[in-house]
C-alpha cells in the first residue's frame, strides 16, 4: 500500500485509500491492526481512528469489538446492476479529478469535506480519485480502464476535458458534470447560473459608460461561456464584444491578451475573463504595457477566490459559497440515484455573489 503524501486533510485522504484497499479486497474480512495500519499508511493513529469511525459512520465497518481487529462489513463492496439497483442502500459515487485532494485549493477541498459529510449522512459512499487525462484527444482506452477499476453507480466530472465528458455521453456512462458542459453535451451537470450573471455584468458596464468590451474565450468552448457572451450583448445592446480565444495553454493566454491591447481598435476598455488565473495574466500583461488599472482598463473575472483579494488592485468577480455548491451538487447526486433515468439532461444553476473588487472603473477613451 502507498503511503499517503502530506495533505492538509489527511482524515478524509485515510477514507479514500481504505476504501480503495477494501474495494479492491485486499484486507478480506478485517482491517490489519491498528499500529499496523497507520505505519503502512504513514498517518498517525489519531488520523487513522476518525477516518475509521467515518467507514463505520457509513456501514462500511462493523462496530468495535473489545482486542478484536475491524470486521468489514460484508467484505468488499460490489458494484451492483441495473437490476439490484433499486435494493441498493450503500450507492457508490466516484469524484474524477485530475489532482489529489492534497494538491487541491482551500476551496475545493472545503467543497469536498462538505459533499462527503452530506454523502454519509445520506448512505452514499463518496470516493475521491485523481486521473490527469486533459490533455488527452483519445482518452477512452484510459477511462475504460479507470471504470473498471472504480466501479460506481453515478461519476462526478471536475475540471472534465471535452474529450472525457464525449466519453460519459458515448458510452452513456452515468455522471455529473461539476461546472460547464463542453459544446452542446446534453449531460446533467451544477454549475454557475451564467445568463444571469451576464445581466448583472452588463448593467455593471452600462453604468460604467464601457461599450468596447472584449473576453477570453477557451477553444473549445464551453456552453455556459456561449450563453454569457450572447445574453451579455443582448442585455448591453450597444456593446460590442471582441471574443479572444486561447487554447487554455498560458502562452496561449499572454498571446490573446496582447493582441487585445495591442492590435484591436478601438482598444477594449473592459475584459471579461472566464477564470481568475486569466484575470491576473490580463492585469499583469497591461502593467507591462504601461495601462492602468481600472483608470484605463478595467478587469472583471467570472469566478472569484481568495487570490483576487491579492492582487492590486484586487480583482473583481463572482463568488459563490463551496458550502451552497457542495448541497447543490449533494441534491442532484440523490435524485440521479433514485431517478437515474429522468436526469440525463438536467441542470442545476446557481446564481453567484458579486466581489466588487477594485479593478472595474469609468470606461475612458482608449
Aim: glycine share 4%; hydrophobic share 35%; proline share 7%.
Amino acid at each position: 500500500m502507498a503511503s499517503l503524501p502530506l495533505p492538509d486533510n489527511r482524515t478524509l485522504q485515510t477514507v479514500d485509500v481504505l476504501k480503495g484497499e477494501i474495494d479492491a479486497g485486499r484486507f478480506a474480512n478485517y482491517l490489519p491492526g491498528e499500529r499496523e495500519l497507520a505505519r503502512r499508511m504513514n498517518v498517525s493513529r489519531k488520523t487513522l481512528r476518525k477516518a475509521i469511525d467515518i467507514l463505520e459512520a457509513e456501514q462500511r465497518l462493523l462496530p468495535a469489538s473489545p482486542g478484536k481487529r475491524r470486521q468489514i462489513r460484508n467484505g468488499p463492496h460490489k458494484r451492483t446492476t441495473p437490476k439490484d439497483t433499486a435494493m441498493v442502500t450503500h450507492q457508490r459515487v466516484v469524484t474524477i479529478a485530475p489532482k489529489a485532494l492534497d494538491q487541491m485549493g482551500g476551496p475545493e477541498r472545503l467543497f469536498q469535506s462538505t459533499l462527503n459529510r452530506l454523502c454519509t449522512k445520506s448512505g452514499i459512499d463518496l470516493t475521491h480519485r485523481h486521473i490527469d487525462i486533459r490533455h488527452m484527444q483519445r482518452p477512452s482506452h484510459r477511462l475504460t480502464e479507470f471504470v473498471d477499476r472504480n466501479p460506481a453507480e453515478l461519476y462526478l466530472l471536475q475540471h472534465g476535458s471535452l474529450a472525457m465528458q464525449r466519453w460519459f455521453k458515448s458510452t452513456q456512462t452515468p455522471c455529473l458534470v461539476l461546472g460547464d458542459r463542453w459544446d452542446d453535451l446534453k449531460l446533467p451537470n451544477v454549475s454557475a447560473d451564467m445568463g444571469a450573471m451576464a445581466v448583472h455584468a452588463a448593467s455593471l458596464l452600462q453604468r460604467k459608460g464601457h461599450q468596447h468590451v472584449a473576453m477570453l474565450f477557451p477553444s473549445p468552448s464551453k456552453r455556459g461561456l456561449e450563453i454569457f457572451a450572447d445574453r451579455l450583448v443582448a442585455t448591453h445592446q450597444s456593446l460590442t464584444l471582441t471574443l479572444a480565444k486561447h487554447n487554455e495553454s498560458p502562452e496561449s493566454i499572454v498571446n490573446a491578451v496582447r493582441k487585445l491591447l495591442t492590435d484591436v481598435r478601438p482598444r477594449p476598455t473592459a475584459i471579461l475573463t472566464p477564470t481568475v488565473f486569466c484575470g491576473v495574466t490580463v492585469l499583469t500583461t497591461a502593467s507591462q504595457l504601461g495601462l492602468k488599472v481600472p483608470q484605463q482598463l478595467s478587469i472583471m473575472c467570472l469566478s472569484h477566490d481568495r487570490l483576487c483579494d491579492y492582487t492590486s488592485p484586487s480583482l473583481a468577480g463572482y463568488s459563490f459559497s463551496m458550502d451552497r455548491f457542495a448541497k447543490e451538487v449533494h441534491r442532484s447526486i440523490t435524485h440521479t440515484l433514485r431517478h437515474p433515468t429522468t436526469n440525463a439532461k438536467s441542470t442545476s444553476l446557481i446564481m453567484p455573489d458579486f466581489v466588487p473588487g477594485d479593478s472595474v472603473g469609468l470606461a475612458t477613451a482608449s
